[in-house]
T-cell receptor, first 118, second 115 residues
Framework: DVKVTQSSRYLVKRTGEKVFLECVQD?????MFWYRQDPGLGLRLIYF???????EKGDIPEGYSVSREKKERFSLILESASTNQTSMYLC?????????????????FGPGTRLLVL | GNSVTQMEGPVTLSEEAFLTINCTYT??????LFWYVQYPGEGLQLLLK?????DKGSNKGFEATYRKETTSFHLEKGSVQVSDSAVYFC??????????????FGKGTKLTVNP
């Protein structure tokens, strides 16, 4: 069974703190994604990675950075958290070698991390 | 550019009613089309997909047909259940500059089914 896990379901941080959100997938997928989900705005892509140490900006990268040192792990970093970064953060993965689970296009999502910045 | 427009909710239905959630898209090339579902407190999960024109995706009684001529991928179910209450997202695949596939999502439609 495909699995994407996120380090926390709920997180409360203070303005100015550095925040790390971790995502791990066990499907040997090449691609990993970070989204934020806000009411009325749907899902917006922050960053994605198509290989270890490779990354591309999504639609709203400002205020965020990412790290992918290992294939299975993709971290989202808020360098200095602000109240407008209060949101639900969703990680996803897709695309693997022929013997990995899932097809190439379908993204598999983690349960999400609900972040509150005070 | 690529975009997805889906009907705004919320949608409230009685159990056993017929469901349609409209989705239209704008895309270059021939994207694959998806419906994802998000149950309360969970992440998104794939409901169904279609990869080329006239393909029909189906799962759990839900269906959607890839209509290239109308650039649509409407979601339908003949008889909804209370357990179908969730948020539904339409999405299309798009190639990034690096060549990997990324998804473009609609804003989501919240469905509530009452007993």
């Amino acid at each position: 069974d495909v699995k994407v896990t996120q380090s926390s379901r709920y997180l409360v941080k203070r303005t100015g703190e550095k925040v790390f959100l971790e995502c791990v997938q066990d499907m040997d997928h090449e691609n990993m994604f970070w989204y934020r989900q806000d009411p009325g705005l749907g899902l917006r892509l922050i960053y994605f990675s198509y290989d270890v140490k490779m990354k591309e900006k999504g639609d709203i990268p400002e205020g965020y950075s990412v790290s992918r040192e290992k294939k299975e792990r993709f971290s989202l970093i808020l360098e200095s958290a602000s109240t407008n970064q209060t949101s639900m953060y969703l990680c996803a993965s897709s695309g693997g070698s022929e013997d990995s689970t899932g097809d190439q296009e379908t993204q598999y999502f983690g349960p999400g991390t609900r972040l509150l910045v005070l | 550019g690529n975009s997805v427009t889906q009907m705004e909710g919320p949608v409230t239905l009685s159990e056993e009613a017929f469901l349609t959630i409209n989705c239209t898209y704008t895309a270059t090339g021939y994207p694959s089309l998806f419906w994802y579902v998000q149950y309360p407190g969970e992440g998104l999960q794939l409901l169904l997909k279609a990869t080329k024109a006239d393909d029909k995706g189906s799962n759990k009684g839900f269906e959607a047909t890839y209509r290239k001529e109308t650039t649509s991928f409407h979601l339908e179910k003949g008889s909804v259940q209370v357990s179908d209450s969730a948020v539904y997202f339409c999405a299309l695949s798009a190639n990034s500059q690096g060549g990997s596939e990324k998804l473009v999502f609609g804003k989501g439609t919240k469905l509530t089914v009452n007993p």
